[in-house]
């Protein structure tokens, strides 16, 4: 791996060429990442495109087949433990133990971390007050709700103050106001120099809490940049409807395609057709809206808008991602579209480091 002039900051995570297979199946295939110090990064991509397996070889529990990879300066081959003892990871499933009370759990991470009884049970109680759990701090953790849970898993993985914070979709399953919640603690380890790499399939969730964004697709980086700048490759407008006849969704998607810059994205589900439109703009809304009329179809919410992140990774991947829920972002989000998130190969470690 090239060597950083000395004015140049080292980055809290630099990947070179990383690969890995399982089989004759190509999980990573020559990823490069550069993630500077007290930074948010958010690695998008498909379910199976490799971004838990790279997560897996960052946090150390997955060795690389070729390539290098530091985080915190420390190669996670040469140096495992090193880079164990100046990270946190937080799987998709909340990894506490029921059994033991949230103090309890909190305590128990402190002492893995080597911090004596008298300082893990002081951060503990930090931990438990900055994550709203002091009222529940003795109770079991069985008892926990799902959000409470969540946040106890992240708790325990700052137990060791990590200078890197590696979040595996980190608000999966949580209701609106436990993900907003979340939101605000993932911004407040930013703003007191933790670097965060997080991976999501909520678009919304890398559009407000990422700086940079990658996509992977398999295995490879396909795109780089902030969210706006992601945006921005789309083009021009998105035309979008909603068809309440579902019988009728791909006449409607067919009549509109005749009309715009890119192939209609169409949602089974909530009815929901999507198009880009270029510069074509009203134009291309009023010649829309002529077109579904003489056709006879009816639509709700015929409406121009600028790209979303939704919109970005359609184009860049060939598909919509696969969401967590239709609870979990209702009918139209920002960027538009509802459906079941299906699981795939590359989900779940359900470790933490």
Known sequence: MPTLPSDVPQPAILVEGLTK???????????????????ILGLLGPNGAGKTTTLRI?????????????????????????????IGLTGQNASVLAALTGRENLEFIGRLFHLGAAP???????????????????????????????????AASLMGRPAV???????????????????DTIRSLRAGGTTVLLT?????????????????????VIAAGTAEKLKGRVGGDVLEFTVPERA??????A????????????????????????????????????????????IRGLMLRRPSLDDAFLA??????????????PGRGRGGRGGRRRRGPDDGTGVRS
Do not use: K
């Open 316 to 329: 860049l991947t060939g598909h919509a991602v696969e969401n967590h829920s239709t609870a979990e972002r």
């Open 200 to 220: 999501t399939q909520n678009l919304d969730e890398a559009d407000e809490l990422a700086d940079e964004i990658v996509v992977i697709d398999h295995g490879v």
């Open 255 to 298: 009549v509109v395609a005749a009309r715009a810059a890119g192939e209609p994205s169409v949602d089974t589900e909530t009815g929901l057709v999507s198009v880009r439109v270029g510069d074509r703009g009203s134009e291309a809304l009023i010649d829309a809206a002529r077109g579904l009329d003489s056709a006879d179809i009816q």
């Open 120 to 154: 893990a049970r002081s951060r503990a109680t930090e931990l438990l007050e900055q994550f709203g759990l002091t009222d529940a701090a003795d109770r079991l953790a069985r008892t926990y709700s799902g959000g409470m849970r969540r946040r106890l898993d992240l």
């Open 165 to 183: 914070l590696f979040l595996d979709e980190p608000t999966t399953g949580l209701d609106p106001r436990s993900r907003l919640g979340m939101w």
């Open 58 to 86: 960052l946090t150390t529990l997955l060795p690389p087949d070729g390539g290098r990879a530091e985080v915190n300066g420390h190669d996670v081959v040469r140096e495992a433990a090193e880079v164990r003892r100046s």
């Open 21 to 39: 297979s399982f089989g004759d199946v190509q999980a990573v295939r020559g990823i490069d990442l550069s993630v500077p110090r007290g930074t």
């Open 248 to 253: 009728r969704l791909a006449e409607a998607a």
